[in-house]
Each structure stands twice: as C-alpha cells, then as structure tokens.
C-alpha cells in the first residue's frame, strides 16, 4: 500500500504544482484576482498596447487621454464627457501641450458621424485637442478593445457596461498608464508631464 | 429503459462537441450562471463518461493511472484543484477573452473528469468525504464571495447576474455537500465500525508487517 502511494503522493504534488503554477500566471503571482487588475498590472508593466493607434506623424512627446464611449449613455459617459471638458480647458491654458484627448466611441453599429458631431458638440470638444471618433468597422472595433482590454457588455437596457478607465497612450500606441476617472485630474498632470517632455 | 441508458453515457460524452458551435457557446457562456453552473459540470460528466469508456476500451491506460492514484487521490485532488481554478473571476474572463484559457477550460474539466471515472473503482469514502466537504465549502464560499460584493467582479457578467451565480453555488453547495457526504460518510462511517470489530472474512488491506 505504501509503495502505491508514494507514486500518488508524487502525482498529486506535480499536478498541484501545475495548477498552482497556472494560478500565479493567471493572478500574477497571487496578488490580481480580477481581469481588471490584471489589466492594470499589465499597463504598470509597460505589456498593455494597441498598435493599431500608433500615429507616426505625431509630436515625439504626444500622449492622449483615451477612454471609450457610446453617445446614447445617460450616465457614466455624460460624467466623463465634463471631466473632458476641464481637461480640454486645462490643456488648451498649457502652451506647448503635446497632451490630446480622445473620446473613441465602441457603438460602432448606431453611432453614426452625425451622432459623434452632436456629442462633440455637446461638450464643446474642441479640434485637434479633443477628438471624437469611432473605428472604422465594428472588426476594427474589436481588435481595439481586445488589445486595451476593454470589454463591453449590453446592460440589457438598450446600454453597455464597460470597464472603463482612462488610457495614457503615447504616439507608439503603448498604454503608458491607466486611470480611474475620479483620477482624472492625476492623470492630466501625468499626461502634462510626459506631454511637454518633463518626465516625472 | 435499456436503449437510453446505453446511449445516455454516448450523447455526455459528446456533449462538449456541441461548444464547438459558436451561437450555442455564446447562448451559455454569455451567462455567468451557465457558464459556471451548466458548462463546467458538464465538461466534468463529458470526462467521466469518457473515462469510463476508456477504462473498458483501453485497460492499459486503466493500469497505468491506477499507479499514481491510490485510493482515487489524484482524481479528487484533481477535481478540487480545478475547481479552484476555475472560482477565480479573472479565470472567467480569459476563459471567453484568450483562446489559450479557453483550450485549459476544456481540458481541466474534461481532464478531471477522466481521472474521476478511472479512480471510481479504488476511490476511500475517507478520500470522498474530504473531496466533496472541501469542494462544498469552496462552492459555499466562492458563493457568497460573488452575492456580497457590490461591483462586478468579471469585466464580462453585469453584477446582478454574479449574485445569481453566488446564489446558484451555495445551493449547490448545499445540495451536493450533504448528499455526497451522507453518502460516503456513512460508507466511512460503517467500514470505520466493521474494522473495529474482529475481521470475519479478510481485511480489505494487508496489514504492514
């Protein structure tokens, strides 16, 4: 009996160790338990990127400001579009700013140009420092969203709900941090930073 | 009666063939409760059934395994090693964001499960009982870790449905637990009392010398 259960014994340890192991990937060594932490860490790290919105033309200090939107939100997109608002203004008084802010719109199926003009219009975003935008197809869309990480679910009201939060991006594309949107103050003053070539 | 019990085993079996089609996927995998409560139980019975059949078709395999799984140790911790696995909100998420995670999914559970069917035959009530205990109190737990926290905690499933889910897992807990531990803790408890008593007919195992 005891010469069967050493081989078990065995056995039970590798595969607990392969799980574990699978577990310390998956939680980042035990400590993000939430796909949203995770994502954090990962932008921490320098791993979060989308490619897709590398802008070779752009100023070498550029960093926007991007979150995503859906103009028919009655509640967190109308919050977030006055903290743009402030940004806007901020950044407009910042001579010399590289700092832009972008408001991409994942409703690619009903938020037409003329939606996205009034939303614009609503909050007095103002071209080039503020730019509201969606992808060009909703595969477009997806592959944007599968890259940042960000997930939209119906709410089964006609609405999404999506982890939201605000991406520092620079002109390569890379996520150089991630913002809650009570943070957005932070967050500018992180951006103003990089955004005029004065690392923090 | 015969014919559906023969094909009963067949049609599990081959039910995770039916994850292949994608609009059947999404219908479950979009729902917390599904995903948690209907997919994974059935990819582990999917398991066991192919365990059982490859314990017949293939003896060797039979053979092999029962060197590294006295008294059906490495199925049980196996079964609650994945389940573990699988409580853990971000698991969720990569399971339906990142192909690798999903082909784990499949595998762990499916895995499991072979290894639970190949184990029955040497499987302890002693070992039983701290299986299904453990995994009862890890349902319960996850359970009411999912009903009482106020934000979503999968950025796929809105909050309502994680308390759904919360709910389904303790009274799954509360059914399974019981049941299980009723059933092997009685057997436990009545081989405990027999080997108390003076052997009549042989002990079940050699005695070390």
Known sequence: MRARLLPTLLACVLASAGVGAALAELTGGFTHWTFEERRREHARQGLLAAPMLARADAPVHEVRILDFIFTRCPTVCRVLGTEYQQMQQAILQTPGSAVRLVSISFDVERDSEADLRAYARTYQAQSPVWTVTNSATPEDDRRLRRALGVVAIPDGMGGFVHNSALHLIDRDGRVLALYDYTQWPTALAHAQRLGTGNTP | ?209
């Open chain 2, 1 to 209: 009666m015969t014919y559906v019990r023969s094909w009963l085993p067949t049609t599990i079996a081959l039910l995770p063939l039916m994850w292949l089609l994608p609009p059947l996927r999404h219908a479950v995998e979009s729902s917390m409760l599904l995903h948690m409560l209907l997919q994974f139980p059935l990819l582990l019975a999917a398991g066991m059934m192919a365990g059982r059949w490859l314990a017949r078709a293939w003896p060797a395999l039979d053979r092999g395994v029962a060197r590294i799984d006295a008294l059906g140790l490495l199925g049980a911790i196996s079964l609650l090693l994945v389940s573990a696995f699988w409580m853990v909100p971000a698991a969720l998420d990569l399971a339906l964001l990142d192909a690798r995670y999903a082909a784990f999914k499949y595998v762990s559970w499916w895995g499991a499960g072979v290894l639970l069917a190949l184990g029955a035959s040497r499987y302890s009530p002693v070992v039983a009982v701290f299986t299904y205990g453990n995994l009862a109190w890890m349902l319960a737990s996850a359970g009411l870790l999912y009903q009482s926290i106020e934000t979503p905690l999968c950025v796929s499933y809105l909050q309502n449905e994680q308390v759904w889910t919360g709910r389904g897992l303790i009274v799954l807990a509360l059914l399974l637990g019981p049941w299980l531990l009723l059933r092997d803790g009685l057997r436990c408890l009545s081989e405990a009392g027999a080997s108390a008593l003076p052997p009549l007919s042989g002990r079940r195992f050699p005695s070390p010398r």
